[in-house]
Nanobody
């Protein structure tokens, strides 16, 4: 069973950048597909990005495509979310998630078995 801990959230002005990190422990990191999701107050948890176990396959939500980049370092057991050109509507709690297996990446939250505690990202206008 893998444990996930996010970091790197904070307050940033619109147009700025942040990089989120998610450190994993307790499992073989390369055996997991990884995703980032976000949840704004009063809204459902939305898919942001996902990455395959090799990093070769990456999927993004349309709302972040071209602005966010997901990556992973299997040697460091860490997945990253580089966020550029941030907008106020990006404000949310960001969660990383892991799904066991080396198959196709998924965009549905229900597919992911393990979740971090979340990190707050606030973008001011």
């Amino acid at each position: 069973q893998v444990q996930l801990v996010e970091s790197g959230g904070g307050l940033v002005q619109a147009g700025g950048s942040l990089t989120l990190s998610c450190a994993a422990s307790g499992g073989t990191f390369s055996n997991y597909r990884l995703g980032w999701f976000r949840q704004a107050p009063g809204k459902v948890r939305d898919f942001v990005a996902a990455i395959s176990w090799t990093g070769a396959n990456r999927v993004y939500a349309d709302s972040v495509k071209g602005r966010f980049t997901i990556s992973r370092d299997n040697a460091k057991n860490t997945v990253y979310l580089q966020m550029n050109s941030l907008k106020p509507e990006d404000t949310a709690v960001y969660y990383c998630a892991a799904e066991a297996g080396r198959g196709l990446v998924h965009t549905l939250a229900a597919a992911y078995e393990y979740w971090g505690q979340g990190t707050q990202v606030t973008v001011s206008s």
